[in-house]
């Protein structure tokens, strides 16, 4: 009988731990009162229960809000291609880029003069102090064409310069500047369209003077903590600098003379000793004024801007202003990208020139005496800068892809171009390359000739991993008067925008801008071959184009 218990404890020995354990309770059990401690141990439990299931049911239903109730912020969804259009207006050479309702997606900004704005619950001119019709800025969404905002802006076109507020700890809204051809002067909340502030006539301005360049943003002068603004005007025989207040406005101390008598606008220059200087072609020649001495003489006392001893040992010698004698007439003064005392490009009329930033020593010379285009800055070479050059007449246009750094010649293609074909363009892929936008005459397959009345401006894309081919993505027949390849998102795709509308200024007609999407134009682009032995097919090379992918160059 021993054995047998011995046996089944072995075959169940939970079975029989459960039964030592109950004659130990209920040893336990006889030894105690029964009324002292178990129903304090049974509160407890209830509570320890109570407590429990209260906790999961607030987890649960913090999980349920978040997840069902309160919704995800939505990603505004970019469409491929969009048009907008602003029917009896004409419109202007510009085309803004910037995020206007920070949805992370860039948005384009325009200008086009009308009767009336194309939503009735925009202002209309006679709010603002123009007579109809007049000159409105618009914000459209880059990713459907919605109209953000729109609002008169001046009284004809305007000069606009549109900038993000510098870092800092003051909160600064984002703004755009718009100087009128009337000499209205106003900034505008680049976000919202809100006035920051505005000025019917421009302050301090002679009636007999001219506005010769855009706006120019400069460092603070009056002391805010924002940019100022800086416009030059011709006056007779005089060139004078006007100073403006970037946060009212207001116009700083008196004009500053440039001590030239003529001058076409130029860029702000900052040296590598952190010294900012005025550049513009004045005939032949390039000048330049700094803006310490042009500041000291506008406001009459000390400015902590710096000068660059280099740089004034040269101004000194020559009146204050000659910085260096051209072969032939200035046509193009560009900045080359990159950090403080970066590298000048100057196109004249016999040649283009590198110049060293700081010593304004010629690099390499290139010569080029039909530079039909502003120069465009691309990257032929990983990493390594290279310039677009459009050489020639209409009919026998070169495009030259130069190596910044010692002007060589890296691809070249001659394609005519079309009256009124707008700038070449290009953006940085991920492969530390750029992918490059060119304008020409389109000519159908199979003809030698393009018929009178029916040419159309041809945009086509090229990237130097293939050498030997162009893709023509689209044609347009109407007039372009502004286009702009751009980033859309970060990382994610790009886009070419177009702006087209009347010929002229003064006959008003259909206004229109759209967004094409890269890769689809890609989809549906036909392959120009420009040289035997490109052994891929056309679907395997557009396949090519469209697996690249777009970074910023910031």
Known sequence: ?????????????????????????????????????????????????????????ICLFTVFVVSFIVPCPERSASQGTWRINFSQAVTYDFLGIQDVNRDRIQDILILYKSTNSSNASSRPCSEEGFA???????????????????????????????ADPPPGPRAVAPACFLLGRSSSLMAVDSATGGTLWSHPSLPGRARNASILSALLQVPDIDADSSPDLLVL?????????YMYSGSTGQ????????????????????????????????????????????????????SPLRRDPEWEAVLNASTQSLLLRSTGAIRYLVKVPGTVGQDLLLVGSEACMLLDGQKLAPRWIFHASQVLRKPVFGHYKPDAWAVVIENGTSTDRQILL??????????????????????????????HRSAFFFWGLHQPVGTNETEPGEAQHGLYMFHPT?????????????????????????SRHAACVVLTGPTSPDASGLVSVTKYGVRALISTSRVVHLAQGEEDSEQAIKDRFSRLRYWSES
């Open 466 to 490: 293939l050498p030997s081919v162009l893709l023509q993505l689209a044609n347009v027949s109407a007039h372009i008067t502004a286009f702009r390849a751009v980033l859309m998102e970060p």
């Open 233 to 241: 005007t011709q006056e007779g025989t005089e060139v004078k600098g």
């Open 1 to 57: 009988m021993m054995e047998h218990k011995d046996l089944e404890a072995e075959i169940r020995p939970l079975k029989n731990e459960d039964r030592k354990l109950q004659g130990t309770l209920g040893t336990q059990a006889g030894k105690e009162d029964p009324l002292k401690g178990t129903p304090q141990l049974s509160r407890l439990s209830r509570c320890r229960t109570v407590v429990f299931f209260l906790s999961l049911f």
């Open 132 to 162: 109809s019709p007049c000159t409105f800025v618009a914000a459209l969404s880059g990713a459907n064409g919605s109209i953000l905002w729109e609002r008169p802006a001046a009284q004809d076109r305007a000069l606009v310069d549109c």
């Open 402 to 431: 130069l190596d910044l750094s010692s002007g060589a010649v890296l691809w070249s293609h001659m394609l005519p171009r079309s009256p009124g074909d707008p700038h070449s363009a290009s953006l940085l892929t991920a492969d």
């Open 251 to 302: 116009q700083i101390g008196q004009p500053g003379s440039l001590s030239v008598d003529r001058m076409s606008g130029g860029p702000l220059h900052v040296t590598r000793a952190d010294a900012h200087y005025v550049l513009f072609p004045c005939g032949g020649s390039l000048c330049g004024s700094s803006m310490k001495a042009l500041s000291e003489e506008v406001t009459g006392r000390e």
